[in-house]
């Protein structure tokens, strides 16, 4: 009698595949424990389906703040916070989204059009990734998919791209043979972020929930990015990451991240080029009093900051790769300044609430020059990140929820797995 899914994943049969995902006997433990529970009520509700299982991390980025739009270069990493999925066909033409923690999504594969009404919404980001699938030659069927996600929204891990990641994985492996490459399906990712969800982002999200461990990112051919494994153990440096939640709200930042990609354009178009990669550095300082009298200040400085960023994500690649770790560190501090300073987004003009920067303060003050801290992913709201060494771990966290609460501040390790399918 062949086993279930659930019996498979119960009795341990799955834990080599579980292994290779969540690396430690004890997160293994916990990935049965979470994805047997998720099974369950998936097969309790749909009994006559057959189930299948999948992944995706969030992501962490540790160097080239806001350079991915400009066809810069970033360094990122998949983190061990994820969300997962149990799903299966459902004979129709109807693609289901449930989750435990957000309302139902139904897709008609029939009304495949962008939606207005549907921006900024997950369901949006369900039927552009569809519509890209079909356009690419794909023949869809319908769908049923429960989701757990822990990797909580607006915490600058990226929920949203890590959703992406997760149904594409799914609708890849139901459908489309497991033919798109991790690459692939984080660009359609972006896609419906970009067509169908309303919001201009680059990349590197999509790419860091994707693909897995750490990696150089360079879109200088943003239809072919150039990958770079980088093989490093955060682990041996003796220093832990932490994410720290600001407390500040996440959301109407759109237009905030709109200006940056706009004025960073506007400098480009200054030069007669669509995108900052394609300006040469020295050129720009050489002509910055026409760039700010066209352009004005504000955009003049955020260019300066991609010049700088752009350069140091090279250096701290190799910093990590020849376990120079101190320098890394020293690249972390100058991209926070570059952030806080030229990019300036640590505070929203809109909003009086500076909630980022005193997270930053209170992280360097705990911190005592003995680590690094940068503002992380969009800025504006959201979090910082920190490198704490480890024996210091503990009382720094505790001092940063003493101030900004209970669960503000994270310790995240790298997983060696973006996006995957886990077993059927």
């Known amino acids: ?7 498979r994943l119960d009795g341990g049969d799955l834990d080599g595949r579980l292994a290779q995902i969540y690396v430690t006997d004890r997160a293994v433990a916990q990935a049965r424990i979470k994805l047997g529970s998720l099974l369950d ?34 360094l990122a990493a998949s983190v061990d916070m994820e969300t997962v999925a149990v799903a299966a066909p459902n004979g129709t033409r109807i693609i289901r989204v ?32 569809a519509r890209n699938l079909v356009d690419r030659g794909y023949s869809l069927e319908g769908a049923t998919i429960l989701t757990l996600s822990g990797v909580p929204g607006g915490s600058g891990l990226s929920s949203s791209a890590a959703f992406e990641v997760l149904i594409g994985n799914v609708l890849s492996h139901l459908f489309c ?41 360079d879109f200088a051919d943003p239809n072919e990015p150039a990958i770079t494994e980088v093989h490093f153990d955060l682990a041996s440096s ?19 991240y709109a200006d940056i990609t ?36 504000r955009a003049a400085a955020r260019a300066a900051h991609f010049f700088g960023d752009n350069a140091r994500v090279g250096e701290q690649v ?78 720094f966290k505790s001092r940063i929820e003493a101030v900004l609460g209970r669960g503000s501040c994270s310790v995240v390790t790298v997983r060696p797995v973006g996006g995957a399918f886990i077993a059927e």
């Open 1 to 7: 009698m062949t086993k279930t899914l659930a019996a």
């Open 41 to 74: 009520e998936f097969t309790s509700d749909h009994p006559e389906l057959t189930p299948s299982l999948y992944t995706a991390a969030g992501r962490t980025e540790m160097g080239g703040n806001h350079t991915d739009h400009q066809h810069g270069r970033v």
């Open 98 to 129: 449930t989750s435990t923690q957000y309302p139902e999504d139904v897709v008609d594969l029939d009304d495949l059009e962008p939606k207005p009404e549907e921006e900024g919404k997950s369901i949006a980001l369900v039927r552009g990734i």
């Open 177 to 217: 043979n497991d033919e798109l490459s991790p690459v692939e399906i984080a660009k359609i990712g972006k896609y419906a972020e970009n067509v169908y969800f309303g919001k201009p982002s680059g990349l590197m999200d999509q790419m860091a929930c994707s693909i897995g461990g750490i990696i150089g990112i």
């Open 238 to 256: 003796g220093y832990v990451m932490c994410i720290v939640d600001s407390g500040a709200d996440h959301a109407d930042l759109t237009e905030d």
């Open 262 to 297: 706009r004025e960073m354009r506007a400098v480009a178009r200054y030069f007669k080029k669509e995108y900052l990669r394609d300006v040469n550095p020295e050129e720009f300082w050489e002509n910055l009093s026409g760039v700010r009298e066209s352009i004005g200040d």
């Open 318 to 395: 190799a910093a990590l790769s020849e376990g120079r770790f101190d320098d890394f560190l020293k690249y972390v501090e100058e991209s926070g300044r570059s952030s806080g300073l030229y990019l300036q987004n640590l505070r929203s003009e809109a909003s009086a609430d500076q909630s980022v920067v005193l997270t930053s303060a209170l992280a360097d003050q705990l911190l005592g020059g003995s680590g690094a801290v940068r503002v992380h992913g969009g800025g504006f709201a959201g979090t910082v990140q920190a490198y704490v060494p480890a024996e210091d771990a503990e009382t």
